[in-house]
């Protein structure tokens, strides 16, 4: 339990102390410190689940809110302090059915309605009217329900005829349609007291709300006037008018409406429920409605401040709601809308652009919705990766936003998108890995830190943290699919831990989440899963723990004669009467005719008839009040024993609770000595194998003493033996030491002969190595000489070779030089030739040159 919510409890415990003394004496100090606790839990967070149904506190808390709610009609300030904490309060489904089914607070907030008349008080009684209503199961015959039904029908009639729509008219209408969906007894009292033809003219403009009421009273030829694409385009529409009025309550009548058109993909009207989501129409319709979104969003964000301001006021604004839904409509319709298209890429793609990190940051109060959204995403697109690896960014925050709250959604809804994006990727990487430890040690490291002798767990869990257990669970076991390296030993740890088979015995035991349990199933499959051990535990649940959680058996009747039909009692009692009356009244007129045709009362007046008979009639009347009366105060009375029963009941769960632990530690004391028992018995037969041992060993020892009595007689002839052995070794020891000294001189005489030998070997050695290297020496001269005398011979051959032909160059030169001699000859004559050419060329010239002179003068 978180230091906020144990803060919170301390509020309830106070305010359980105070309000005792406040029913006393209704004091202004008394008054006060009620008061103050009751604003105190109203300013409480909606998430952390303050008011939890299976803790005892709770019940005394919510009987004693019950009778203040009587008690102060009158009293404005504790009358909206009470207010504001239901509307806390019906935040949560669990605690929301069992303020309406154990504590009955549906009929004095019905009565409160009746009391108050301003527009914004009845806005704030019927918003919460609306709460507790939805997918309540209530009994028509009652007598609140008549009186509730013609106030709403009232309230219908005076604002539907204002322009647009009137947000108290469409409350009213929205309340009617939880109060007679599937409840034949509430439609009749409907029906009774009202036209119904005017009111299904005054409900036209409703849309939504007017179809669903339609179907309820089967106004086919109102119904046939609308088809499933106007339906679909008019939830779009009803969209963005909340979005305008900030009427958040009819988002519920719009999820239930998608998710109807989703049912229906398995029956004959598929087709038309295909054909409607793939039209144009329904296509620019969703593109608006995404718009609408975004500008709604941005709207938020660009005012952080109003709106934080806005959280901080406290419950003295006594006509304010407390908190809005809408971010949780709205993700809720968008998860609807996935649902519907899962193959349309383009919507995904849309949806996509927004980003996870945005989608969380849009979301603030109700992450566990827009986490639910990522999550349908990616299972409706397992093969985006892209998106996926998004998905993994806002992991660590969100982890970080569980640490510091005990948000039971939110925590459920992070572990299936860990599991969703683990298999998405198919693979864990290690900023995922750190994320799933860091979620690891905040849920299992106090089970995991305690030994279960020490019986420190807490048994008597509820049911939403017993859920976030088990999902966690689910998610470790596909993460040890996917990285066993990291997680098997991990899960294989977890799963040996006494609290934690006693939780999976519970999930099972359960059976009502239908998910959660195919999860446990899943868990259940893997190889090292205590089968037994869990098999135990809930064999242990049930035989010792029949009343407990969800498998509480209801009282049943006494046995006696099943013949005996019980008297009518509320409404029907009263019908009985009347049906009587009217039997009587319709009787005694047929007497009187027949009497008068007799001619039996000719003398009494016909008035003085009417009065007697009138009289008979207003004395039925008034004991027909009285029934009424009476049957108010049966209707007190039978709150009044429900909610003892109801605490009756919860001190028994919280008995039982308490004594699971020592039950359990019972069961695992009976376990161990059964096992000792079963020790004891393998010790006292390895005692008797013991004792049959012993006796062999004994007799074994007898056999080894005779033995050893003739084996000790050989040995004394041995020993003489051996003395005479040790005698004759003396001897030849001292022969062996003569002949070691002659030995001895012997191999000194060897050693001086060695030298010598060496010695003469040295010589010999050494000689023969000179001798050795001579004859190297003049070999090698010899081979030196034998080179010489062929490198001259090689070159006298190379001489006598270059003076043959430097004999025939020569002869060649010669020959050439002959031949070069005549060519000069021939060419000094063409030389002079040349030369006499020459100069007669110069004469001519020398004339020319003349005789060119001699013409230019």
Known sequence: MSPGRSSEMSYIVEFNSHIQSYFISSTYGNETLVNRCLEQLAASSAESKTFDVSVYECNIFFVNLHKLLSYSMKKTNLLWSVVAVLEVAVSDDETRIALVDKFRFLPVVSMLLLE????????????????????????GQEMFIERLIQKLLTLIEQNHEKKGRCEVAQLALSILVNLCHRDLSTTFVLTRNTNISAFCKQIKKFDLLAWKMYIILEQNDYIKEIDLHYLLRMSFEE????????????????????????????????EPAKAAVTDEYFQRDLKEFLQEMEKYWQTRTDSPAGEAEGRKKKTKQKVEPRRDRTSEGLFEILECIVLLKPDDKELHRKICEFGPAKLINHARDDCAKAIDLLRTILEKNPTDAAFAEECKTVLASLMTMITNCDDERLAIAFAKLLTTIGKTLNAVDDPMNEVAEQFYQHLFGAVLAHTWERATFDYSLADGPVRVYLWALHTFNELANLCPTYWYAKLTNLLKQKPIQFLIAKGLIGGSDVELLEALLQVAASSEFPKQDVAQMIDLLKSNLPATGQGRVPLAPVPGNVHNIQPPTGYSYIRALSRD????????????QDAKAAGLINDVEKSELVEFYTYKINMQTSLMNDLRGSLDGTTAQITTLMHQNQLLMAEIDKNQKRSLPLLLKESALENENRLLERELLQMKSAAATYDKKTSQMKQELAEYIKKYGEKSQKCAALVKEIEHLRARDDNYEKENKRLQQELVAMTKNRDDARKLLKLGEDDRQRLTEQREAERKQYECKIRERERDISKRTDLIQQLEQTLVQRDSTIETLETEGADLREKLKEREARIAQVEAELKENEKIQQAIYSLMNKTKK
């Open 116 to 139: 108050v008349h301003s527009s914004d008080q009845q806005k704030r009684v019927l918003s919460l009217l609306h709460h507790l209503s939805y997918g309540a199961s209530i009994d």
């Open 239 to 270: 969209v963005r008018l909340m979005l305008a009025t900030k009427n958040s309550f009819s988002l519920r009548h719009v999820v239930d409406f998608l998710r109807s058109v989703r049912t229906l993909s398995g029956t004959r009207e598929a």
């Open 581 to 592: 009356l009217q039997e009587r009244i319709d009787q005694a007129v047929v007497q009187m």
